[in-house]
């Protein structure tokens, strides 16, 4: 089971958006609206910041926002501030009952 | 409040077996799908395993599929991971998660060894 393909690292101002993409396939992002975004802060469990494609959990800032087209779904982080600055991973069902993770994007804040 | 505490990782030599635990607490474990998560020293999150509410459906990730087994007592609140045959390449803290609820939870996790 490949990894869904994130860039290794995205980067930006204070203020700025950033946008972090997630491409699987057919048989998992492109397939199912089962794509969420989790953002993990070093020596941290991962947390959720976006279930479902679009939707965000409560108490996430509406700065995070998801959108998906094709077998490539997207973070993006408006209003980018110093305590964005963590790793994130997207996660999809798959065909046949399992789930995959992305390979991870690390976001540093200039 | 909602608890999910992993227990027994540690060290153990390539071809060994342990068995992970997660306790559960703060909410109905009955009613939820459980899922284990792992993630290597400096490296990305891994998806490993998955049970329904009653244990009676499995999926496994290809890499661990026929070495490591999921499996749950509810009423116990537990959730377990037997793991066999272990290879260094299993090394990585294991989290149990009620992956994709809404809202989700994740233990603080329990770091697997796999070395001689």
């Known amino acids: 089971q490949s990894a869904l393909t994130q860039p290794a690292s995205v980067s930006g101002s204070p203020g700025q958006s950033i946008t972090v993409s997630c491409t699987g396939t057919?048989?998992?992002?492109?397939?199912?609206?089962?794509v969420a975004w989790y953002q993990q802060h070093p020596g941290k469990a991962p947390k959720i910041i976006i279930y479902?494609?679009?939707d965000r959990p409560s108490g996430v800032s509406n700065r995070f926002s998801g959108s998906k087209s094709g077998n490539t779904a997207s973070l993006t982080i408006s209003g980018l501030q110093a305590e964005d600055e963590a790793d994130y991973y997207c996660?999809?069902?798959?065909?046949?009952?399992?789930?995959?993770f992305g390979t991870g994007t690390r976001v540093t804040v200039l | 409040e909602v608890q999910l505490v992993e227990s027994g990782g540690g060290l153990v030599q390539p071809g060994g077996s342990l068995r992970l635990s997660c306790a559960a607490s703060g909410f109905t474990f009955s009613n939820y799908w459980m899922h284990w998560v792992r993630q290597a020293p400096g490296k990305g999150l891994v998806w490993v395993s998955r049970i329904n509410s009653d244990g009676g459906n499995t999926n496994y990730a290809d890499s661990v599929k026929g070495r490591f087994t999921i499996s749950r007592d509810n009423a116990k609140n537990t959730l377990y991971l037997q793991m066999n045959s272990l290879r260094p390449e299993d090394t990585a803290v294991y989290y149990c998660?009620?992956?994709?609820?809404?809202?989700?939870?994740w233990g603080q996790g329990t770091l697997v060894t796999v070395s001689s």
């Open positions: 057919s048989s998992d992002v492109g397939g199912y609206d089962h």
């Open positions: 479902d494609v679009i």
């Open positions: 998660v009620t992956l994709h609820y809404r809202p989700e939870y």
């Open positions: 996660n999809s069902y798959k065909t046949g009952g399992t789930y995959v």
